[in-house]
T-cell receptor
Framework: EAQVTQNPRYLITVTGKKLTVTCSQNMNHEYMSWYRQDPGLGLRQIYY???????DKGDVPEGYKVSRKEKRNFPLILESPSPNQTSLYFCASSLSAWGRETQYFGPGTRLLVL | GQQLNQSPQSMFIQEGEDVSMNCTSS?????WLWYKQDPGEGPVLLIALYKAGELTSNGRLTAQFGITRKDSFLNISASIPSDVGIYFCAGQLLGGTASKLTFGTGTRLQVTL
């Protein structure tokens, strides 16, 4: 089944404790992206990747890092989480960054930073 | 970053009623998309619009790409309980640099029997 998977789905952590949220897609998609969803703000893009080893900042990149060493995986790293990073995070992928390609979203990771 | 103004923020309607929501932007897009998010899930694409003035249907859903390219609306006819969820519009610019989705703030739809 074609899908985007994220792990973990739920995470409670404390301020300053490094964490990684994994994202994997099995559709051989080139383009992958991370969003955060906050009440009243919709989805905002954190980082995106057009292909392996190519990443760039989205609208709200502060406090986050990403890497794209393999095509299928695009982990989101919070080196020193803070309470304002409490949010619902979505990973998405599409065949390419160009043209009329549908973005497929993962099921989301709900993060609470105490 | 830019955000789209989406209205209404929430709607409580009775089963069978029609629903209308819209999205406006201060800048133009060359693609408008409408997504639905079910509770506990990620957004799923409902309708994509690629030309100004385009009117597209998907079952009971109808969406239009505004002539000015700065707005779009989504209509749901004869709502049913499974229409419950959050609906997001998204604008996309294609060509030049990598396509980027800018999302609206969402419309939360509740359907009562």
């Amino acid at each position: 089944e074609a899908q985007v998977t994220q792990n973990p789905r739920y995470l409670i952590t404390v301020t300053g404790k490094k964490l990684t949220v994994t994202c994997s897609q099995n559709m051989n998609h080139e383009y992958m992206s991370w969003y955060r969803q906050d009440p009243g703000l919709g989805l905002r893009q954190i980082y995106y990747s057009m292909n392996v080893e190519v990443t760039d900042k989205g609208d709200v990149p502060e406090g986050y890092k990403v890497s794209r060493k393999e095509k299928r995986n695009f982990p989101l790293i919070l080196e020193s989480p803070s309470p304002n990073q409490t949010s619902l995070y979505f990973c998405a992928s599409s065949l390419s960054a160009w043209g009329r390609e549908t973005q497929y979203f993962g099921p989301g990771t709900r993060l609470l930073v105490l | 970053g830019q955000q789209l103004n989406q209205s209404p923020q929430s709607m409580f309607i009775q089963e069978g009623e029609d629903v209308s929501m819209n999205c406006t932007s201060s800048s133009i897009f060359n693609t408008w998309l409408w997504y639905k998010q079910d509770p506990g899930e990620g957004p799923v694409l409902l309708i994509a619009l690629y030309k100004a003035g385009e009117l597209t249907s998907n079952g009971r859903l109808t969406a239009q790409f505004g002539i000015t390219r700065k707005d779009s609306f989504l209509n749901i006819s004869a709502s049913i309980p499974s229409d419950v969820g959050i609906y997001f519009c998204a604008g996309q610019l294609l060509g030049g640099t990598a396509s980027k989705l800018t999302f609206g703030t969402g419309t939360r739809l509740q359907v009562t029997l």
